[in-house]
């Protein structure tokens, strides 16, 4: 099998809190592999969020090592960890952070052209034009529903074509009907961009999609699994 897109070796991610260091993760040890999708799932509180911004170099392990694409995200800086999420990784969350003053296809284009992307509107338009918002381009995220918001943020992770797409409960803010629909786009846009995807839901059946499924308890990986 070829070397892993994003490895964890021990790692632990512990917070200050109150009365010390609260323990978030604890000795993580995990590997996935290009264009592999995999489904986080555990209770609340268990670490699936915060695993998955570790992945990212959103959070910065306390100890062990976390590599991504041969990088090791905890020996960088913060401005080389931006380049690297800015140039690999794509990413969407529960809350779709859209920038309210811009409209769908200037959220979209924005980080390319921050990028240096020469064609970063005719990218943005593709990439809405893949979710199914070619009519809503110029409308700003006021103007539409949440399902549409978050099919925004979606073409916006797809834009860069992204080697790693890392999805926190893309479906929480969402009623089932448009949840499936976010799904569906995302894990065709995963496949269109042969991107790997880790996924964090609360929801079985979505992380059933997957081709692995990772519990978490405690901090800790209770299981991994294929799935059916």
Do not use: W
């Amino acid at each position: 099998m070829s070397n892993p897109v994003l490895s964890l070796q021990a790692a632990s991610l512990s917070l200050d809190g109150n009365a010390g260091p609260v323990s978030i993760l604890d000795a993580i040890s995990l590997d996935v592999h290009g264009q592999e999708t995999v489904g986080l799932v555990g209770p609340s509180g268990s670490g699936k969020s915060s695993l998955l911004m570790l992945m990212g170099g959103l959070e910065q392990a306390t100890s062990g090592k976390v590599m991504a694409l041969g990088h090791d995200l905890t020996t960088m800086s913060e401005d080389a960890l931006a380049r690297l999420r800015r140039d690999h990784f794509g990413v969407v969350f529960q809350s779709f952070h859209l920038i309210p003053t811009m409209t769908a296809i200037e959220n979209v284009a924005a980080p390319l052209e921050l990028a240096g992307v020469a064609d970063a509107y005719d990218r943005a338009e593709a990439e809405l034009r893949a979710v199914g918002l070619s009519e809503r381009v110029d409308h700003y995220p006021s103007q539409m529903s949440g399902g549409e918001q978050q099919r925004v943020a979606l073409a916006r992770a797809a834009a860069p074509r992204p080697d790693i797409l890392l999805a926190d409960e893309p479906t929480g803010n969402l009623d089932s009907v448009n949840g499936a629909a976010i799904i569906d786009l995302l894990f065709g846009l995963r496949e269109r961009h042969s991107a790997t995807l880790v996924m964090v839901t609360h929801a079985p059946d979505l992380a059933a999609r997957c081709d692995r499924v990772i519990t978490l308890t405690d901090g800790r990986i209770a299981t991994t699994e294929a799935a059916a």
